[in-house]
């Protein structure tokens, strides 16, 4: 099994940035690929990128420019920069594993963890 646990959601204004971490624990061994998803009310849950443990990075169209995936494998942590905050933003942010490195860009990760919120003030 793996956990995941989220941090660094707040309320923030239009135009700030944030930092999400997501600290990995269990079977990390297993694991070859982490991504962000989020969720606003009312809407789908979208991919924000996906990271290998190898390093590798991929962006949805609509997320390249203002969201940045890295990871430090020593701290068993992903991270998420969010520069330019804007209102749209505003979401539920979810970090999940998989053991796969294809298709980073789907959601077909096995583990998830619980969210951290996101909201962006006009």
């Known amino acids: 099994q793996v956990q995941l646990v989220e941090s660094g959601g707040a309320l923030v204004q239009a135009g700030g940035s944030l930092r999400l971490s997501c600290l990995v624990s269990g079977d990390i061994f297993s694991i070859n690929a982490l991504g962000w998803h989020r969720q606003a009310p009312g809407n789908q849950r979208e991919v924000v990128a996906g990271i290998t443990t190898g390093g590798r990075v991929t962006y949805p169209d609509s997320m390249k420019g203002r969201f940045t995936i890295s990871r430090d494998n020593a701290k068993n942590t992903v991270y998420l920069q969010i520069d330019n905050l804007k209102p749209e933003d505003t979401a539920v942010y979810y970090c999940?594993?998989?053991?796969?490195?294809?298709?980073?860009?789907?959601?077909?990760?096995?583990?998830w963890g619980q969210g951290t919120q996101v909201t962006v003030s006009s």
């Open positions: 999940a594993a998989k053991k796969s490195t294809r298709f980073l860009l789907g959601s077909s990760y096995e583990y």
